[in-house]
């Protein structure tokens, strides 16, 4: 298992609410999260928006099986040309976790179709996040409900396409919800849409939202996809992953 951690990494260096809860930057947490988790031999690396390439070059997206996107405020200032690059991997196989606002990111919109606009939002509402799919892989070992003491409300209408597999919900303080936790196919590719991780709250740090991200990397990851079926003549059918 190659996982990446991909940060814009721009908010934790600008404004002291996310600073003093993410010194380091999300991405560190969220690394460190999926090293406790996941099986020892994983590789957990980390890639940020002001490397070359967005840290995102061929050799390093070939070296991936699952991609943590988290971006909020300079998702507008990612290349198409990463865009695109990210996109071919997760029709080729590649899994994607979509992180929180990420949800608008030129990303989720090139692989879902859709804005990835809600209809309002407010900060420091508590959440609780319901498992409505029991028995999905990502919910193992996971409460139902999760408390999340404090977040950040997203309310429904969600702008995306209907998913595949809709995993959680979330029901907020104020009497909003939100599918929250929603997985699609994409090509040969897993796509997870995770809502609860507000970077001015301590979300990513609680024991059971990193299991909820290791398990999601597990669910994305390539090994967990149908193995094409060759035909007589040695070559697979066109969108043999549908027929599968």
Not at 2 to 19: D, G, L, Q
Not at 32 to 38: G, R, S, V
Not at 178 to 206: D, K, N, T
Request: aromatic share 10%.
């Amino acid at each position: 298992m190659k996982v990446t951690v991909w940060n814009e990494f721009f908010e934790e260096r600008t404004y002291p609410s996310v600073s003093s809860v993410y010194p380091d930057g999300l991405h560190t947490v969220l690394r460190q999260a999926l090293i406790e988790h996941l099986d020892p031999g994983a590789e957990v690396r980390v890639a940020l928006q002001e490397e070359p390439g967005h840290g995102l070059g061929p050799e390093v997206l070939d070296d991936t099986d699952v991609l943590l996107w988290w971006s909020h405020l300079k998702d507008d200032e990612v290349v198409d040309e990463v865009v695109e690059r990210v996109r071919r991997r997760v029709l080729d196989g590649m899994g994607l976790l979509i992180l929180h606002s990420a949800i608008g990111s030129k990303i989720a919109k090139a692989l879902l179709g859709t804005s990835g606009a809600m209809t309002g939002w407010r900060h420091g509402d508590s959440e609780l996040l319901w498992t409505v799919l029991p028995g999905h892989e990502i919910v193992a070992g996971v409460p139902n409900p999760v408390v999340i003491p404090s977040g950040e409300m997203y309310g429904e209408p969600l702008d995306i396409p209907a998913p595949d597999e809709l995993v959680f919900i979330s029901s907020y303080e104020g009497g909003e919800v939100l599918r929250s936790g929603c997985g699609w196919h994409r090509g040969r590719g897993r796509v997870f849409f995770f809502a609860p991780g507000h970077e001015e709250a301590p979300i990513y740090f609680q024991p059971e939202i990193r299991r909820i991200l290791a398990n999601a990397v597990r669910w994305a990851a390539p090994s967990a996809q149908p193995q094409p079926k060759s035909t007589r003549s040695g070559e697979y059918p066109k969108n043999w992953w549908v027929q599968a």
